[in-house]
């Protein structure tokens, strides 16, 4: 039979009879409480009871305090026969439910009773501790329960620029305890100079934890220190979905690694950092390190050492808003806007006072009533939320877009970026010379990437220019300008002479010109299978992934440590490798800019550029090698060639031009032998 749970008031005297028998069985440690001060609890609304048919199986007693506003949770009974059945959820549920509007439920519990486990499996925290009133001066344990409510102490959000989540291990640095080394290290995520930097955070498993430490002068110092850590309090539910994914992975991955307590908490930390929206978990817990890539691949957590916070701060930073590679696990969908559901996306993609409500429906219901084809069209991400909206239409050589949304998601700075790439390979596939964005209320986040991608603002928007051409300096300068001059602007004469950096800015901003007589060095790169197929598609997966968004603008690329010559800006194309299939898939697919080299620790280089690659940190560190050196190559703007160059074809062109070519690892390649097989990878056919 169901357990229903329902308040009882002081008139239904049967109901509170039977509640009061049931606390009397255990007054040693619900103490003693007389029957009017159970009726005046009653009396109050503060008794629910859970019935089993007609028994009573348990209670919960509570008072609603007027000056503060939260519920004082008295007793929490259940009977002893019946306990491990989830009644005493059941009861914390209902006064939940019926407590909404207050900010928390708080019970105060005998240390030595050995509850902790059944208040943490409720979702309390502990928040702190006490002396009892006995004789023998026990300590209480104060455990809230949080439910979700902003108080006057509650930031809505930080300034820092990074957020950092902390375990045990480093907390209890912060505070003074292990080794020397190991403090210094925790202590210096609190150096002065970071202070405006990042901000740390603590999640309810740090509560218990500190909690656990038997030495009371010890437990004291330490949560006396918690107040110095920002407070995150992730949705209960969310964070034992994600624990469970975590053990799941673990017992398949790591079949040899138990899964006793101790890891449980570990993962529990890597939960509730995600479960909070943070995406960096400070430890200096080996065994947590340890579980990097699997931490990363199934939370989207960095568990990273004090040390690489402090070195990589604004590289963390820029993981945190900026991820291309996690286009690549998302599958987003693209729809056309039908007709007559506009208002349905006001509430997604309103920016402005003068663009809000039905003036945004009105507007976006309106294209098309001009006799232009325009195209509508509606990004959603894997849950079916729209992330982004744009329209445009041709109007002979340029490609007009009137509206360039991007609605509130982790990923919104990620995908600007990529709608902008894609909107210019849009307008080259048209054969379109410029692309004019003309949304007076373009996202901001838009507007930013805008500006960083050779967009020029003007009086009526963002205009770009598409150069398809490959050729001298000279050539590709000249017919940049006599586009630019359709489109009312101006650009510079480049020359044979004329710097790497300008070069690789134009070929940027004019993308996709390719001015191949200049100094801007060329490379080839030869790429496994498995990394070419997950990079960029090729070869084609054998469960193909989502490719709404086209390949992501930024990757990273890890080799071995021994330099041949890079040096950046520069150009690389690459060349996909052959498996066991012999000769069968050896061939180029595509180019890419060369915007970095690095060569550092295999651990330092990941948590750098993670979030631009594929790559796992076991990975990084097999590229290695014994020296634990590796480069990465940071790379953007990548072409996939229509007409992919086959190894025979290659190897041709290189024997035509009478240079040697060599395959085995990135090399160095004149920007002649660059040129033709760039044309020879979009040849007609």
Same mark, same amino acid.
């Given at each position: 039979m169901a357990i229903n749970v329902l308040p009882v008031t002081g008139e239904q005297s049967e109901l509170l009879a039977a509640a009061i028998a049931l606390g009397d069985r255990y007054t040693k440690r619900l103490g003693l409480l007389t029957p009017?001060?159970?009726?005046?609890?009653?009396?109050?609304?503060?008794?629910?009871?859970?019935?089993? &048919?007609?028994?009573?199986?348990?209670?919960?007693?509570?008072?609603?305090?007027?000056?503060?506003?939260?519920?004082?949770?008295?007793?929490? %009974?259940?009977?002893?026969? =019946?306990?491990?059945?989830?009644?005493?959820?059941?009861?914390?549920?209902?006064?939940?439910?019926?407590?909404?509007?207050?900010?928390?439920?708080?019970?105060? %519990?005998?240390?030595?009773?050995?509850?902790?486990?059944?208040?943490?499996?409720?979702?309390?925290?502990?928040?702190?501790?006490?002396? &009892?009133?006995?004789?023998?001066?026990?300590?209480?344990?104060?455990?809230?329960?949080?439910?979700?409510?902003?108080?006057?102490?509650?930031?809505?959000?930080?300034?820092?620029?990074?957020?950092?989540?902390?375990?045990?291990?480093?907390?209890?640095?912060?505070?003074?305890?292990?080794?020397?080394?190991?403090v210094e290290e925790s202590r210096a995520l609190e150096a002065g100079w970071l202070a405006d930097l990042i901000e740390l955070a603590h999640t309810p498993q740090l509560l218990l934890d500190v909690r656990e430490i038997e030495d009371r002068t010890e437990r004291t110092h330490q949560r006396a220190g918690m107040s110095r850590l920002r407070s995150a309090s992730p949705e209960k539910a969310s964070v034992a979905a994600r624990q469970r994914e975590l053990i799941a992975a673990l017992g398949k991955r790591m079949a040899d690694t138990p899964i006793d307590d101790d890891m449980r908490r570990r993962l529990r930390y890597v939960a509730e950092t995600a479960g909070a929206g943070l995406q960096v978990l400070a430890t200096r817990d080996p065994e947590l390190e340890r579980l990097t890539d699997l931490v990363w691949d199934v939370a989207r957590v960095r568990v990273v050492s004090p040390a690489l916070v402090t070195q990589h701060v604004d590289e963390l930073r820029q993981a945190q808003v900026y991820r291309p590679a996690d286009l690549l696990g998302t599958a987003f969908s693209l729809e056309e806007v039908a007709s007559g559901r506009e208002g349905e996306l006001v509430a997604f993609f309103q920016q402005a006072d003068g663009d809000s409500g039905t003036a945004f429906a009105a507007r976006l219901a309106a294209l098309g009533s001009d006799g232009v084809l325009w195209?509508?069209?509606?990004?959603?991400?894997?849950?079916?939320?729209?992330?982004?909206?744009?329209?445009?239409?041709?109007?002979?050589?340029?490609?007009?877009?009137?509206?360039?949304?991007?609605?509130?998601? =982790?990923?919104?700075?990620?995908?600007?970026?990529?709608?902008?790439?894609?909107?210019?390979?849009?307008?080259?596939?048209?054969?379109?010379?410029?692309?004019?964005?003309?949304?007076?209320?373009?996202?901001?986040?838009?507007?930013?990437?805008?500006?960083?991608?050779?967009?020029?603002?003007? &009086?009526?928007?963002?205009?770009?220019?598409?150069?398809?051409?490959?050729?001298?300096?000279?050539?590709?300068?000249?017919?940049?300008? =006599?586009?630019?001059?359709?489109?009312?602007?101006?650009?510079?004469?480049?020359?044979?002479?004329?710097?790497?950096?300008?070069?690789?800015?134009?070929? =940027?901003?004019?993308?996709?010109?390719?001015?191949?007589?200049?100094?801007?060095?060329?490379?080839?790169?030869?790429?496994?299978?498995?990394?070419?197929?997950?990079?960029?598609?090729?070869?084609?997966?054998?469960?193909?992934?989502?490719?709404?968004?086209?390949?992501?603008?930024?990757?990273?690329?890890?080799?071995?440590?021994?330099?041949?010559?890079?040096?950046?800006?520069?150009?690389?194309?690459?060349?996909?490798?052959?498996?066991?299939?012999?000769?069968?898939?050896?061939?180029?697919?595509? %180019?890419?800019?060369?915007?970095?080299?690095?060569?550092?620790?295999?651990?330092?280089?990941?948590?750098?550029?993670?979030?631009l690659g594929v790559y796992r940190l076991t990975e990084v560190r097999d590229q290695a090698g014994p020296s634990n050196k590796a480069m990465a190559l940071r790379f953007s703007d990548t072409e996939i060639f229509p007409a992919p160059v086959t190894h025979a074809r290659l190897a041709a062109l290189a024997k035509g031009l009478g240079l040697p070519l060599s395959l085995i690892t990135l090399s160095k390649i004149s920007s002649a032998l660059f040129q033709v097989v760039y044309e020879e990878g979009h040849r007609k056919t």
């Open positions: 009017p001060t159970y009726r005046k609890y009653a009396d109050d609304g503060g008794l629910l009871v859970a019935l089993d &048919g007609d028994e009573i199986v348990g209670y919960a007693l509570f008072g609603l305090p007027k000056r503060y506003q939260y519920v004082r949770l008295a007793h929490l %009974c259940v009977a002893e026969e =019946r306990r491990g059945n989830g009644i005493a959820a059941l009861l914390i549920a209902e006064l939940r439910r019926r407590q909404s509007h207050r900010l928390g439920i708080r019970a105060r %519990c005998r240390r030595d009773y050995g509850l902790g486990p059944m208040w943490s499996s409720l979702g309390f925290v502990p928040k702190g501790e006490g002396l &009892g009133r006995g004789g023998d001066k026990e300590t209480l344990d104060t455990w809230w329960l949080d439910l979700g409510h902003e108080d006057l102490f509650t930031e809505i959000q930080s300034d820092a620029l990074l957020v950092v989540a902390v375990d045990h291990s480093v907390f209890s640095g912060l505070q003074g305890s292990g080794d020397e080394q190991d195209r509508r069209e509606l990004l959603r991400d894997g849950s079916g939320h729209p992330v982004a909206l744009y329209a445009w239409a041709m109007d002979g050589r340029t490609l007009n877009v009137s509206f360039l949304r991007t609605a509130a998601h =982790r990923l919104e700075e990620t995908l600007a970026r990529q709608l902008l790439f894609m909107l210019k390979r849009l307008a080259r596939d048209r054969g379109a010379h410029v692309v004019r964005i003309v949304d007076p209320h373009l996202s901001p986040a838009a507007r930013s990437a805008a500006g960083a991608d050779g967009f020029v603002e003007d &009086g009526s928007g963002f205009t770009a220019l598409v150069v398809d051409m490959s050729g001298s300096a000279e050539a590709v300068s000249e017919a940049a300008g =006599r586009i630019a001059a359709l489109a009312g602007r101006t650009t510079p004469s480049l020359g044979a002479r004329t710097s790497p950096e300008i070069v690789s800015v134009a070929e =940027r901003v004019w993308w996709p010109a390719k001015l191949t007589d200049t100094s801007l060095p060329s490379f080839i790169a030869p790429v496994k299978p498995r990394y070419s197929a997950e990079l960029f598609n090729v070869p084609a997966m054998l469960l193909p992934r989502p490719d709404m968004l086209g390949i992501s603008r930024d990757h990273v690329y890890y080799r071995s440590a021994g330099h041949r010559g890079e040096s950046v800006p520069a150009r690389i194309l690459w060349y996909v490798s052959g498996g066991s299939g012999g000769e069968q898939g050896k061939m180029v697919i595509g %180019c890419s800019r060369l915007d970095d080299v690095v060569v550092g620790d295999a651990d330092a280089l990941f948590s750098r550029f993670e979030h």
